[in-house]
């Protein structure tokens, strides 16, 4: 059975940073496809970053435009866990963040498989 497990999230001030963990079980992080995500009340869950194995100890990363150059996704192999470091946060990244794994396309957050319950994120100005 995989579980995943998110932590991390908090009230923060804009420009703080944060780090989301997402522990994984039932999943080996290294050859799955993990992504993140993020829903605001009112809006559509969005895509906000996935690590991609592409071979054995390696694999690329993909970020939504409005993260690019904040966000930072990795992963620990030996914690089996895969992280969302947050820089520069704004107002507008206000939302619940959940991790998910095995995709049928990594941008796209129906085809996710398994999901996380979710840790709120909330960015005051």
């Known amino acids: 059975q995989v579980q995943l497990v998110e932590s991390g999230g908090g009230l923060v001030q804009v420009g703080d940073s944060l780090r989301l963990s997402c522990a994984a079980s039932?999943?080996?992080?290294?050859?799955?496809?993990l992504g993140w995500f993020r829903q605001a009340p009112g809006k559509e869950r969005e895509f906000v970053a996935a690590?991609?194995?592409?071979?054995?100890?390696?694999?690329?990363?993909d970020y939504a435009d409005f993260v690019k150059g904040r966000f930072i996704i990795s992963r620990d192999n030996a914690k089996n866990t895969v992280y969302l470091r947050m820089n520069s946060l704004k107002p507008e990244d206000t939302a619940v963040y959940y991790c998910a794994s095995d995709p049928e396309k990594p941008r796209d957050y129906r085809g996710y498989r398994y999901w996380g319950q979710g840790t709120q994120v909330t960015v005051s100005s």
């Open positions: 039932g999943r080996t992080v290294s050859s799955s496809t």
């Open positions: 690590i991609i194995p592409v071979a054995l100890k390696t694999s690329r990363t």
